[in-house]
């Protein structure tokens, strides 16, 4: 019985024993392998990425009998996410991000309308020929979700709807890549397609395609920067900036896309963000001049503030 039990006390001491050294070399093996990451805490040595942030912002506010003024019932809702599923293989690498945006606002007095409409997804494939250097391939879709209006005192007008416009990209360039935080992607040679579906706006010649077509072909150069930062623990900034030239018409005339935004964490589920987004294109004349008459081109800017719910995938 003895012999047994010693038996038994060995064979698991050395269950044990081998557990741990097995534990030890895999730890071992991971630290040697150089395992991708995407993030701080993404430490696994798969060959995909995948992973997501979504965030939901809700205010309301009632006024009775107040004194001081003010609309009598206000309600806005602010939704983002943004993804991405990312491979690399070697000197191989596959990048895809998805950047969805909506905002809704109902108040007493200016009725109900949106706050913010975006559809972003980018897909960009590429080969390392020199350190951190990669001959690659890019797409880019641009556009929104729902119905968009300018509004006035007294009425509104039809602007813009799902695919009204929509910005195509897709350009061969190189892509400099030094860390997890930066990536410059620069082409000479790039086709963009400016689309607008909707009929009543094709009609009136909207966001520079001729008036009674629905695409417009461009050509020119085209730079995407992108950098993530972690600044503390707990504060992120991310900026993206679109520059693109179209030497068919006024290359000097930069388009511009910058879109920034900062998150503070509060807690596991909670925290607050600030969003800047500036474009600036030759095409879209939106504003009035009220001497000439003629309508021109201005820097167009969002700026959103919100504090919610927040949650990592």
Same mark, same amino acid.
């Given at each position: 019985?003895?012999?047994?039990?010693?038996?038994?006390?060995?064979?698991?001491?050395?269950?044990?024993?081998?557990?741990?050294?097995?534990?030890?070399?895999?730890?071992?093996?991971?630290?040697?392998?150089?395992?991708?990451?995407? !993030?701080? &805490?993404?430490?696994?040595?798969?060959?995909?990425?995948?992973?997501?942030?979504?965030?939901?912002?809700? /205010?309301?506010?009632?006024?009775? /009998?107040?004194?001081?003024?003010?609309?009598?019932?206000?309600?806005?809702?602010?939704?983002?996410?943004?993804?991405?599923?990312?491979?690399?293989?070697?000197?191989?690498?596959?990048? %895809?991000?998805?950047?969805?945006?909506?905002? $809704?606002? !109902?108040?007493?007095?200016?009725?109900?309308? &949106?706050?913010?409409?975006?559809?972003?997804?980018?897909?960009?494939?590429?080969?390392?020929?020199?350190?951190?250097?990669?001959?690659?391939?890019?797409? !880019?879709?641009?556009?929104?979700?729902?119905?968009?209006?300018? $509004?006035?005192?007294?009425?509104?007008?039809?602007?813009?709807?799902?695919?009204?416009?929509?910005?195509?990209?897709?350009?061969?360039?190189?892509?400099?890549?030094?860390?997890?935080?930066?990536?410059?992607?620069?082409?000479?040679?790039?086709?963009?397609?400016?689309?607008?579906?909707?009929?009543?706006?094709?009609?009136?010649?909207?966001?520079?395609?001729?008036?009674? &077509?629905?695409?417009?072909?461009?050509?020119?150069?085209?730079?995407?920067?992108?950098?993530?930062?972690?600044?503390?623990?707990?504060?992120?900034?991310?900026?993206?900036?679109?520059?693109?030239? %179209?030497?068919?018409?006024?290359?000097? !005339?930069?388009?511009?896309?910058?879109?920034?935004?900062?998150?503070?964490?509060?807690?596991?589920?909670?925290?607050? %963000?600030?969003?800047?987004?500036?474009?600036?294109?030759?095409?879209?004349?939106?504003?009035?001049?009220?001497?000439?008459?003629?309508?021109?081109?201005?820097?167009?800017?969002?700026?959103?503030?919100?504090?919610?719910?927040?949650?990592?995938?």
């Amino acid at each position: 019985m003895k012999k047994i039990c010693l038996l038994l006390a060995s064979f698991l001491f050395s269950v044990m024993l081998v557990h741990a050294q097995d534990q030890t070399f895999k730890k071992y093996r991971e630290e040697v392998a150089g395992k991708l990451k995407t !993030n701080d &805490k993404d430490t696994t040595n798969r060959l995909w990425k995948k992973g997501g942030t979504f965030s939901l912002t809700v /205010n309301q506010g009632s006024l009775t /009998n107040w004194a001081a003024g003010g609309d009598k019932f206000s309600l806005s809702i602010a939704s983002a996410f943004t993804g991405f599923y990312n491979y690399k293989e070697g000197r191989r690498r596959w990048d %895809n991000t998805l950047d969805l945006a909506f905002g $809704y606002v !109902n108040t007493t007095s200016l009725g109900s309308r &949106k706050s913010d409409d975006r559809i972003d997804f980018t897909s960009k494939y590429g080969y390392e020929i020199a350190k951190s250097l990669y001959v690659s391939g890019l797409v !880019n879709l641009r556009t929104q979700f729902a119905n968009g209006y300018l $509004y006035t005192d007294t009425s509104k007008t039809f602007v813009s709807r799902f695919f009204s416009p929509a910005y195509v990209i897709a350009s061969p360039g190189l892509d400099y890549i030094p860390n997890n935080e930066l990536s410059i992607f620069v082409s000479p040679i790039t086709a963009r397609w400016v689309i607008v579906m909707d009929d009543s706006l094709s009609r009136v010649g909207s966001y520079g395609v001729d008036s009674g &077509k629905h695409v417009q072909t461009e050509y020119g150069a085209y730079l995407t920067a992108t950098w993530n930062k972690k600044i503390t623990s707990n504060i992120v900034y991310k900026t993206r900036l679109d520059l693109f030239s %179209n030497y068919k018409h006024n290359p000097k !005339n930069i388009d511009l896309f910058w879109t920034n935004i900062i998150t503070m964490k509060i807690n596991k589920y909670l925290s607050a %963000n600030v969003s800047l987004d500036m474009i600036y294109d030759d095409d879209i004349k939106v504003f009035e001049n009220k001497e000439t008459g003629v309508l021109g081109p201005r820097l167009q800017v969002k700026q959103v503030i919100g504090v919610g719910l927040t949650a990592v995938f």
